[in-house]
Nanobody, 124 residues
Framework: QVQLVESGGGLVQAGGSLRLSCVAS????????MGWFRRAPGKEREFVAA????????DYADSVKGRFTISRDNAKNTVYLQMNSLKPEDTAVYYC?????????????????WGQGTQVTVSS
């Protein structure tokens, strides 16, 4: 069992930056691939970024490529999402998720554990 707790959300102006953190409980964090997803009002949850268990491989949604960076620190059981050049359309609740499988997954149903989410609001 893995418990995930996100933090770092907030209100920021367009063009600004935020860094989200997700701390995982348990001693097996390094065995999980990790992902960030988001859900905007009235929309489905969508993939944002993912990182392999070692951190060697990453993947991003086209909408955030070049602006967002996912990273992890296995010694701290933490995964990060650095968000730069934020846009109003990035406004959403952001969730981190853990996947026991091999490789990087971009589909919601591939992930086994989810955090409660953190709100990110970007004003124009």
């Amino acid at each position: 069992q893995v418990q995930l707790v996100e933090s770092g959300g907030g209100l920021v102006q367009a063009g600004g930056s935020l860094r989200l953190s997700c701390v995982a409980s348990g001693r097996t964090f390094s065995r999980y691939a990790m992902g960030w997803f988001r859900r905007a009002p009235g929309k489905e949850r969508e993939f944002v970024a993912a990182i392999s268990w070692s951190g060697a491989n990453t993947d991003y949604a086209d909408s955030v490529k070049g602006r967002f960076t996912i990273s992890r620190d296995n010694a701290k059981n933490t995964v990060y999402l650095q968000m730069n050049s934020l846009k109003p359309e990035d406004t959403a609740v952001y969730y981190c998720a853990a996947d026991r499988g091999i490789g990087i997954q971009i589909m919601v149903h591939e992930y086994d554990y989810w955090g409660q989410g953190t709100q990110v609001t970007v004003s124009s």
